[in-house]
């Protein structure tokens, strides 16, 4: 299985067939405390439950976020053989899937829509998602893309 995945907050994994798992979440005002992005353990959750999930190994392909590079993210990946982390160049979100998503999100659920709240836009969202959730070929077509393959040669740490 193959898992692609940036600060967006969710992962397009791929085995037998392309699929999505996400886990939205409305962040608190970081200008009060909150934080912006997932916090590493969030990010180590979303990987145990995805784990659990495809009953499978996990290769992310993640680009520079500080929180994907973080001492403990990276220690928790280097104690877990089922995970296998590659990051991406600097600047290159042409090599991530997960910016093919956004653009079908942008273009669909979220298309011409002025969002009351923020639990509106969370709903929008949520519904984008479960309607690209099972679509491989949309998936597959955001991974095509990048120009990565399951066979790219390995990527180096930045």
């Not at 099972?134 to 991974?143: E, F, K």
Request: aromatic share 8%.
């Amino acid at each position: 299985m193959l898992a692609w995945g940036s600060s967006d907050r969710f992962r397009i994994c791929r085995r037998e067939r392309s699929r999505l798992i996400y886990r939205p979440k409305r962040h608190t005002d970081h200008k009060s405390g909150g934080r912006k992005s997932f916090a590493w353990s969030e990010y180590r959750d979303l990987l145990i439950a995805a784990h659990q999930q495809l009953g499978g190994p996990i290769v992310l392909i993640w680009d520079n976020l500080n929180v994907h590079k973080d001492r403990r993210m990276r220690a928790f990946i280097d104690t877990h053989d089922w995970i296998t982390a590659y990051h991406l160049p600097p600047y290159t979100p042409d090599l991530n899937p997960v910016e093919g998503i956004w653009s079908v999100l942008r273009r669909t659920s979220q298309a011409n829509t002025a969002f009351t709240d923020p639990e509106h836009l969370i709903r929008r969202l949520r519904h984008g998602l479960r309607q690209i959730q099972y679509r491989s070929n949309v998936i597959d077509g955001c991974l095509a893309a990048t120009g990565l393959a399951r066979t790219t040669p390995r990527l180096k740490p930045q």
